[in-house]
């Protein structure tokens, strides 16, 4: 039987919504499965889907860089908020920025240190670490690219130009104006910031995250007593829902909270000339996914005075 911790039932409340028992309950019917535990509390009735946006549990940068018809986002992870603002860490991340845009090298390369990029990129940090003293990691790239039209971008929370917090690339096939494409890309990247899309189309969400949901449907709908077969005839309705929460061209646009992006796209053929096609996305939030351990400074501080 896996100990539940008050940091494990904090981690949940947070995530849920939930309330400290009903927290507490959930990892323990699951056995300390974080997960399980957030399903069984949307079972219940007793959380919220989940939020939008992610934990953010690490420091560092996000930096994006952009040329015309190509694109490339990534992230640079570091131990406090301190590095971030540090001359040699952002002249470094946007020197790998660089990079990894104007080189043809497969970008998981990058991170592989098996790879010769991937030395290359482990020595430039072993140096960079040695020199800030503080660890630091290269986490992830994405590149864009299309044959005609723009590769256009965001960034949130910028702490310098292209780098920050929350960085969005958007790739948009067309033949119609640059200028106007730039600005159509920058306003959907704006939306894609704010609105957490997981994926371009319904088509693309995994199997098995729908089936989830779908499970997670069927049970609140039997804890509210519906019979099976108005259950499988609500499922379409909250899918349509679901969809319209995780895909970007399904979200509704968070600068008229009208029209789906798809339409947005749709209108906007007529000023740029031609027709728009939106092929791909990436959303960088620093940190996302990654858990950082929680330290308790005052016990530290006690502890170094008193050992």
């Given amino acids: 039987m896996t100990e539940i911790t008050a940091a494990m039932v904090k981690d949940l409340r947070e995530k849920s919504g939930a309330g400290m028992?009903?927290?507490?309950?959930?990892?323990?019917?699951?056995?300390?499965?974080?997960?399980?535990?957030?399903?069984?509390?949307?079972?219940?009735?007793?959380?919220?889907?989940?939020?939008?946006?992610?934990?953010?549990?690490?420091?560092?940068?996000?930096?994006i860089a952009l040329d015309g018809t190509k694109g490339?986002?990534?992230?640079?992870?570091?131990?406090?908020?301190?590095?971030?603002?540090?001359?040699?860490?952002?002249n470094y991340v946007a020197s790998l920025t660089q990079r990894v845009l104007s080189e043809n090298t497969p970008v998981d390369a990058y991170a592989d240190a098996d790879?010769?990029?991937?030395?290359?990129?482990?020595?430039d940090l072993t140096n960079l670490i040695a020199k800030i003293g503080e660890?630091?990691?290269?986490?992830?790239?994405?590149?864009?690219?299309?044959?005609?039209?723009?590769?256009?971008?965001?960034?949130?929370?910028?702490?310098?130009?292209?780098?920050?917090?929350?960085?969005?690339?958007?790739?948009?096939?067309?033949t119609g104006d640059q200028a106007k494409l730039q600005e159509l890309g920058k306003q959907i990247a704006m939306h894609a910031a704010a609105a957490f899309p997981k994926y371009l189309t319904s088509a693309e969400v995994d199997a098995s995250e729908l089936e989830r949901e779908k499970d997670i449907i069927?049970?609140?709908?039997?804890?509210?007593?519906k019979p099976e077969e108005i259950i499988e005839k609500m499922l379409d309705g909250r899918m349509r829902k679901f969809y319209e929460e995780i895909c970007l061209l399904e979200q509704v646009y968070v600068m008229d909270n009208e029209r789906k992006i798809s339409q947005v796209l749709k209108?906007?053929?007529?000023?740029?000339?031609?027709?728009?096609?939106?092929?791909?996305?990436?959303?960088?939030?620093?940190?996302?996914g990654i858990e950082k351990e929680e330290t308790d400074f005052a016990a530290e501080v006690a502890a170094a005075v008193n050992g």
């Fill in 267 to 288: 209108d906007a053929e007529k000023e740029v000339g031609a027709p728009v096609a939106l092929t791909g996305f990436a959303r960088y939030q620093l940190g996302e």
């Fill in 135 to 174: 660890n630091m990691a290269f986490r992830r790239a994405t590149r864009l690219e299309v044959a005609n039209g723009v590769v256009a971008g965001y960034m949130h929370g910028a702490v310098v130009p292209n780098m920050g917090k929350i960085g969005v690339l958007i790739a948009l096939e067309s």
């Fill in 72 to 90: 490339v986002a990534i992230e640079v992870n570091a131990e406090t908020d301190f590095v971030a603002r540090n001359d040699i860490f952002q």
């Fill in 21 to 63: 028992m009903d927290a507490k309950k959930a990892l323990i019917e699951t056995n300390g499965d974080m997960e399980s535990a957030i399903d069984y509390l949307r079972k219940k009735g007793l959380a919220k889907a989940e939020k939008k946006s992610s934990r953010t549990a690490a420091e560092g940068l996000v930096s």
């Fill in 115 to 123: 790879s010769a990029s991937g030395q290359a990129v482990k020595e």
């Fill in 218 to 225: 069927r049970e609140q709908a039997r804890a509210q007593g």
